[in-house]
């Protein structure tokens, strides 16, 4: 049942569908689940899509929510990684801007393709709306945890050395997102 609802709406839903014999598993939510413990509690083994989720496959994903568990002693939120990838965004478009006035940033965010980050590959469109990959994520243990990635960019996120028919080493993305298998 697909329920796009806030946190706060879902958990009566779900104490409800309960009563009438109904399971949590069978729930889909937006990001609008994100980020309370009561939800946590009443919704176990429901799913929701959202930007991002610990354990999110990639080697930034990975790195970013060591950096942050290591810093701030705590585990790495939605919106923690949501935000680091806007300022990164902004970072990467400031340095390829011919200049930091308005119209020329504009144009070098809208100018944003497959720009590595730590919830997937993100390309502004061209309706300036950012197309990158849903994360899948499932309530378990009174937390969230990564399920799959799906939409543009998810081939990224899921791909590696193996899945491109390599033994080892490391996979990277070349700035039109393609695989870059020269070493």
């Known amino acids: 049942i697909y329920a796009p609802l806030y946190y706060t709406q879902m958990v009566?839903?779900?104490?409800?569908?309960?009563?009438?014999?109904?399971?949590?598993?069978?729930?889909?939510?937006?990001?609008?689940?994100?980020?309370?413990?009561?939800?946590?509690?009443?919704?176990?083994?429901?799913?929701?899509?959202?930007?991002?989720?610990?354990?999110?496959?990639?080697?930034?994903?990975?790195?970013?929510?060591?950096?942050?568990?290591?810093?701030?002693?705590?585990?790495?939120t939605v919106l923690a990684a949501t935000g680091y990838d806007a300022a990164m965004l902004l970072a990467d478009a400031m340095k390829r801007a011919r200049?930091?006035?308005?119209?020329?940033?504009?144009?070098?965010?809208?100018?944003?393709?497959?720009?590595?980050?730590?919830?997937?590959?993100i390309t502004i469109n061209e309706a300036r709306n950012s197309d990158k990959p849903i994360t899948i994520v499932q309530i378990a243990n009174k937390t969230t945890r990564y399920v799959d990635v799906v939409g543009p960019g998810a081939d990224v996120v899921r791909a590696d050395c193996e899945s491109e028919g390599f033994v080892g080493?490391?996979?990277?993305?070349?700035?039109?997102?393609?695989?870059?298998?020269?070493?």
């Open 99 to 121: 200049s930091l006035g308005g119209e020329h940033l504009r144009d070098a965010i809208a100018a944003t393709r497959a720009l590595p980050s730590v919830t997937g590959p």
């Open 12 to 76: 009566a839903l779900g104490r409800a569908a309960r009563q009438v014999g109904l399971k949590n598993e069978i729930f889909l939510g937006g990001d609008g689940w994100a980020g309370d413990e009561r939800l946590l509690d009443e919704m176990e083994g429901g799913y929701f899509a959202d930007h991002w989720a610990e354990g999110f496959p990639t080697a930034i994903s990975k790195r970013f929510a060591a950096a942050y568990r290591e810093k701030y002693q705590l585990t790495p």
């Open 169 to 183: 080493g490391t996979l990277a993305c070349a700035a039109d997102c393609n695989f870059d298998t020269s070493d």
